[in-house]
């Protein structure tokens, strides 16, 4: 599976620079949505957006049980799980030191898809407030 993701995440890269596949997004996409706190924006809907797409239709079938296997794994592993990590980390200071104020700045990967840490802190009853660029805290 190793082998086979560091293949497949190559040929999206060559195919990417010979110009024969096209990002979904650019990076601009990502920091423009993020900075207006545009969460519900397509970019972050996709809980794979950060991870490569394995899941090729011109895949044979055996390559494709593998690519959704592995596509899978990173979606819980590597955000959900990860996320969930992240907010149980936050309601601890916020818990243990009520007296405190706290900010918390995470990168653009946090918001991406369902289960980001914003969802676990609200699902545990945190307010939860997006401050834009050039506003003070």
Known sequence: Q???ALNQTLLQHES???GSLQAPYTTEDLIKHYNCGDLNAVIFNHDTSQVPNF??????PHEQV???EIDSYFRQELI??????MGKRVM??????TD????FAFGAGHFLGNNTVID???QAGFEVEHTPPGQPI
């Open 16 to 18: 990417l620079r010979a």
């Open 66 to 68: 593998t690519a959704q």
């Open 55 to 60: 899941i090729n239709t011109t895949l044979p």
């Open 120 to 122: 676990v802190l609200r």
């Open 80 to 85: 959900y799980k990860r996320n969930e990590r």
């Open 100 to 103: 405190k104020s706290f900010f």
């Open 92 to 97: 601890t200071l916020l818990k243990e030191n």
């Open 2 to 4: 190793v082998l086979f």
